[in-house]
């Protein structure tokens, strides 16, 4: 039987890669999909992994209606046996619910990608429904680690390098290892510049981003001195 299958894990989980390897995997079998994907790191119509891999997708927006899709190229002979569907956190609760009705009355096997919380630890509405509906929830093996070491669990969001708590739920910026943007150290991200990190929940409760930890690492400590 067909299946709604979300795979669900914090940034820097792997998800895009797991989900080349996944269309990768049943393309060989010689089945036919169609990818899609939205805000996708390096631009529209496109699905990509930080490991370098990309390939042509199609980009979703308010307006798509993922049943339409399908059945307009199923009515002009072409074959849709499988989906591919990134950073569905993006994707409407309505888009969610045409994917479940394409497993159910076309028997498509739909494979979702993407985070459940946004950086103020909410459900995105697109995640919350593939939760309530997917008949499995894989959550992504490869654990993405917080800066202290400790397996990551919340995606923050920086400006200029400091975690913030307040604003609106979708604003696209860059992923570093520190959490600075465009790969530049976080201490030396530039002011007002929009940023994302993964953290332990420990330190994302403590705000304690890699630029505001770094400075505290590296500062001297007073040695005692002992006074004859």
Known sequence: MAELVFFS??????????ALQTDHNHAARGLAGLIFSRNDRAG???????LGLSVPAVEVTDATD???????RRTRGNRVDYLICDEVQFYSPVQIEQLARLVDEIAI???????????RTKLFPGSARMLELADRVEPLQVEALCWCGVRATHNART??????????????GNVSETGGA???????????QVGYEVLCRRHHLRRL????????????????????
């Open 182 to 192: 465009d790969d530049v150290g976080a201490a030396e991200a530039p002011t007002g």
């Open 44 to 50: 529209h119509n496109v699905l990509s992994s930080r």
């Open 209 to 228: 981003t890699a630029a505001v930890a770094r400075p505290a690492s590296l500062s001297p400590q007073t040695l005692p001195l002992d006074e004859d």
């Open 66 to 72: 993922f049943w339409a899709e399908v059945v307009r």
């Open 159 to 172: 400006v200029g390098g400091v975690m913030v708590t307040e604003g609106e739920q979708v604003v696209v």
């Open 109 to 119: 096997n739909v494979f979702g990608f993407g985070i459940s919380t946004d950086f």
């Open 9 to 18: 894990g914090t940034m820097d989980s792997g998800k895009s890669t797991l």
